[in-house]
């Protein structure tokens, strides 16, 4: 069995989602300091505050040769600064900015996306937990190992709704579904920030990439992006609202244009809605040098137009784009810009400063012997291996292999993944010396010690294409009683800047695993990976498939407790799956169209493909238990509503299994005719439900106004009477209860 898991954690898990966190009012007090402090700074010191610098770490954008940054600092013409980690690097800086005039103390910023110290696993993993709790649980976890060495500022979450799997940075999200990765955005953001802003262990959370990042057409990273107001309203800016109102401190614009307008000069996005109608008094930095990047769109003529564009627009804060101090100081003096832009940036940056409590004590984040304690404390690694056990799918168990018997005398690791334990780490993971992530190989020596013979054979390389390790790895499979094979993407395959055309297993992979196959032996196949990839032949003859993703500090030993059922997998895929890259963007939430394929075998002049299904290869929602689940007893409170009635459905959920073990219960809706087309399903509600063998329980959920609503011709939110069709299931393609209701006017 897993170690217990200590009290702290288990309150997080039990507890779902925690309720810290709010939009709230600027306090008065601090306004009046921020007013005083204003008062005092000059134009240069202004702009200053806007203005983000790396440091000398290992960075994640073009670097710019800047000699002079620490004599910057010193003068006041630096607000921020990123990629500056621990207690004595922080310290040393913010010493630098003690000896400018006004004493304004900076900010250390450091993306900080699935742990620090210790790594958890990728985000789009910890989605497939579907297990908000955990997922809370990893960003207080990192919050407050980055809190400890000196960090006040994480560039997370992200909560770009994606559809493609071709773009790399899909491992950094929470998949494609608007209310899934809604719920996970407010997990992360309260996750972050914990009980506020000014505690030693609350960062800012930075909400990314305002907006619709996930759309760069084709998958590639950058990319143009090009939708209807509906779909951005729909699906691509829920999960930003839902991470506004859980209390997010800031939030960063993105590289990509939005219908022919830079993300970062785009005063829509950043004025009207971010600022205006969802009324956000927190501060937007650009991402990486996405101000001067307006010059290469063809959207500014130089520096000090994009300068004029993203201040003007709403960019609060530019990183590492050198814009704002090259002409944010002519463009007011020449009377181009007012003033009135300047100051809003600046009071917006000095508001979360002093929240954070800087100006008291700009070293309090600061401390070296809270530091050791914090990053050397064991329940981190304990909650490492929870989430990560929670966020492996289980895809196929054919004939029940899994879980392993504890009684096999040899088990065959094979596959290039099977010993590596940096690709474990994932991309976005901060890099420390002498490091130790768990791998595979290693997790299941220390399950299974001596008891079982484990004969490694690596097979070939992530991206080889020479078959000569071929014969080591077949004959290590025929000696042994089963064989466990672990491939798939090395950390580097996906994450920014890593888009591919072809999502197949890399190199000859799936090669090997055909040639092990033929050997007759029982094989389990590990996929890890940062995306979905496209494993056709695999998935068809495998006979048990884990996708274990990249999954951080103790992915091998997480691994190994699922291979053995010490924890029983519960996991659900958050994207779908595709057959073939011809399908992509594939998603579950798709319309009927006027000529719906009813019958796969007849797609003539139907809305289908001729050479394959229009079916994911795996589902959104999809993934299996050691144990069964029983459906039934589906009962709606009544079949009419009203706009004020609250609709209470039940139904009833048996473990039929040999297992304790947990399920997704998902409930879907569908508005059967409105006055805009909707979609076939949508995801409104779900439970995660833990039975013991034999077990059942009522899961209860509540259908109100909200979740029947939708933007109508006119782009108002609200509902129309008529008929839903209400389905719960297992998965959005395994419905196994249905009902309809009416809503009346």
Partial sequence: MSPKIPFTIVCLLIGGQLTFGQQKAPNTVIEQKI?????????EEKIGQLNQYTGDRAATGPLTTNSTKYLDIKAGKVGSMLNVRGVTDTRMVQEIAMQSRLKIPLLFGLDVIHGYRTTFPIPLAEAASWDLGAIELSARTAATEAAASGLHWTFAPMVDISRDPRWGRVMEGAGEDPYLG??????????????????????MACVKHFAAYGAAIAGRDYNTVDMSDR????????PFKAALDAGAATFMNSFNELNGIPATGNAYLQRDILKGKWGFTGFVVSDWGSISEMVAHGFAKDKTDAARLAITAGSDMDMEGHAYVIGLKKLVEDKTISIDLINDAVRRVLRKKY????????YRFSDAQREKKVLEDPANKVAARTVAEKSIVLLKNEGQLLPLSKNLKSIAVIGPLAKSSKDMMGFWSVKWDNDHLVSLYEGLQNKVGNNIKLTYAEGCGVSDTSRAGFAEAVNAAKNADVVVMAVGETFDMSGEAKSHANIGLPGIQEDLIKAIKATGKQVVVLIMAGRPLIFNWTADHANSILYTWW???EAGNAMANVLFGDYNPAAKLPMSFPRAEGQIPLFYAAKNTGRPLLNIKDPLYKSAYLDMPNTPKFAFGYGLSYTTFA?????????????TDKLQVTCT????????GEEVVQLYLQDLVASVTRP??????????????GESKEVSFVIDKEKLSFYNQQMKWGTEPGDFKLMIGNSSDNILLESKFELID
């Fill in 35 to 43: 007013d005083a402090l204003m008062a005092k700074m000059t134009l």
């Fill in 182 to 203: 809604s719920l996970i955005a407010a997990a992360r953001v309260k996750g972050f920030q914990g009980n506020g802003l000014g505690n030693k262990d609350a960062i």
């Fill in 231 to 238: 779909l951005l309203w729909e699906v691509y800016l829920p």
């Fill in 355 to 362: 929240e954070l409590g800087l100006f008291d004590d700009p």
């Fill in 653 to 660: 959920l048996q473990n039929t299994g040999k297992y304790a």
């Fill in 680 to 693: 076939v399903k949508e995801l409104k509600d779900f439970r995660k439900v833990f039975l013991q063998t």
């Fill in 551 to 553: 999954l951080g500090s």
């Fill in 631 to 643: 459906f039934s007893n589906l009962k709606l409170s009544k079949a009419q509503i009203s706009q």
